[in-house]
């Protein structure tokens, strides 16, 4: 007690300062009186303070927890960042290469140089109003450039698709006369009119459940071999890759599926000289298709065994389903479709330098030099994969859409002759299945053959 009482006597006042106080004897003992009030403790401020101190503890503990809960979500916040980085990477792929963005100057200025230079070879064999006039919108066209480097005046998208129209009318001009046939009367009444109700229907001889692969005629006109023969190539690989195709001497012996003849022109499903996707077809002594996983067309010579190839031009050709036949039902891959006609060969795919869009090239084959090569190339403005198939006749190229699972309709046309296109076409296709792997032209007959969901139909077109 008496320390404590020590302890309060020598214990700072409020005002910070000793308090002095005299004692006196009394009893044998020490008395005074002390002033208590003079250092009362401050016991409401040491209750705030706790109070705070509680609290404090209270918000430290959360700051713990939320630092620990951040600690453990930081690896999931890592990998969605690394996740939306992969998903951006196409976009930014297109961005980059002008499909959302204006068209580069300096790679416009060279597309013009190339034109120019294609226009004068042009003129050199034949010099008439349409190739001047030609020469005569290059030129304005390369001084609204010049404009366009010093100021944004000139739109230009609408630059581009001029540029695209020109293209597409020096590539029609070098056609004419080599290419112009007095002798195919019907080529020049125009548009084909109507397409009759199929007048052949045969179910695979490989079975209904091979529901992707191309058939037909032998397509040359000219052709001094396998004139009258029949073909069927099936995809037996994921109803995507195949090695083989069957040919039959005559039509009786197709529908007989008897007297045939295998050839196999890849050693696998995977080899490099495969097949990919449900387009092919045999055009004299050989066998002309898309490549397994390339850009490329490959000729197989039913003769030698010998396979050639040529890669298709354009930036970003679609292939390994990235730009396939897609209206209602996607085809797989389906990006590259192989077509004869009465002027020969033709590619058709699209590409990432004309928007996804349709592109069709003139193919040839060099019999001297053994080489395939890639002649004209057009680009059109009708999308891929807005289009169920395409096929060539005279110089033209038509495309359909799925209507209904038992009808087809023919919707567009392209005229290599004259770059021009017809979206207004409304020509009926009867079809016994929904899906249709492949539709190609023979000019030999004039019929239509399309690989229907594992039926093989024929069609008589009219002019």
């Avoid at 597409?168 to 109700?197: A, M, Q, W």
């Avoid at 003769?303 to 730009?323: A, D, H, M, S």
Wanted: proline share 3%; with cysteine.
């Amino acid at each position: 007690m008496l320390q404590l009482l020590l302890f309060l006597l020598l214990s700072s006042t409020a005002d910070s300062q000793s308090q002095r106080v005299s004692g006196y004897k009394k009893s044998n003992a020490c008395a005074c009186e002390v002033n208590s009030t003079a250092w009362l403790f401050p016991a409401q401020q040491f209750l705030g303070v706790l109070g705070e101190v509680a609290t404090c503890q209270k918000s430290l503990n959360d700051l713990q927890e939320e630092l620990m809960f951040s600690s453990q979500r930081l690896p999931l916040i890592q990998d969605q960042v690394a996740n939306f980085t992969t998903r951006l990477e196409p976009y930014n792929y297109l961005h980059f290469r002008g499909l959302y963005t204006e068209l580069h100057l300096r790679q416009l200025g060279q597309e013009l140089s190339t034109l120019k230079q294609n226009i004068d070879e042009v003129q050199t064999q034949l010099n008439n109003s349409d190739t001047q006039k030609l020469s005569r919108e290059v030129e304005k066209l390369h001084k609204d450039v010049k404009k366009i480097q010093n100021s944004d005046t000139v739109n230009m998208k609408a630059v581009k698709e001029k540029l695209r129209h020109l293209k597409n009318n020096v590539e029609s001009c070098k056609s004419i006369p080599k290419d112009f046939r007095g002798d195919k009367k019907y080529c020049l009444k125009g548009l084909i009119t109507n397409i009759s109700d199929p007048i052949t229907s045969k179910v695979s001889p490989y079975g209904k459940s091979y529901i992707s692969g191309s058939w037909g005629k032998q397509a040359q006109m000219e052709s001094n071999g396998e004139k009258n023969s029949y073909w069927v190539q099936p995809l037996v690989s994921s109803h995507i890759w195949g090695n083989t195709v069957r040919v039959y001497q005559t039509y009786e012996d197709f529908m007989a599926s008897t007297n045939h003849r295998d050839f196999t022109f890849a050693s696998s499903h995977s080899h490099p000289n495969a097949i990919e996707g449900p387009s092919a077809v045999l055009y004299g002594e050989a066998l002309y298709y898309n490549c397994y996983r390339s850009a490329d067309i490959c000729r197989y010579d039913l003769k030698t065994n010998e396979v050639k190839r040529v890669t298709l031009p354009g930036t970003g050709v679609g292939f390994n389903n990235k730009f396939p036949y897609c209206y209602y039902d996607c085809r797989l891959n389906s990006d590259v479709d192989v077509e004869a006609d009465e002027t020969g060969l033709w590619a058709l795919y699209a590409s990432v330098g004309n928007h996804g869009n349709l592109v069709i090239s003139r193919l040839l084959w060099d019999s001297e030099a053994k080489t395939l090569n890639v002649t004209q190339t057009w680009e059109t403005r009708l999308f891929k994969k807005a289009a169920s198939n395409a096929f060539m006749v005279c110089g033209v190229m038509y495309a359909t859409r799925y209507v209904n699972e038992y009808r087809e309709e023919v919707f567009y046309a392209f005229d290599t002759a004259t770059g021009k296109e017809d979206n207004w076409l409304a020509l009926p296709m009867e079809k016994v299945a929904k899906g249709v792997a492949s539709l190609s032209y023979n000019p030999t007959n004039r019929q239509l053959y399309m690989y229907n969901d594992g039926y093989l139909l024929a069609y008589q077109v009219h002019f």
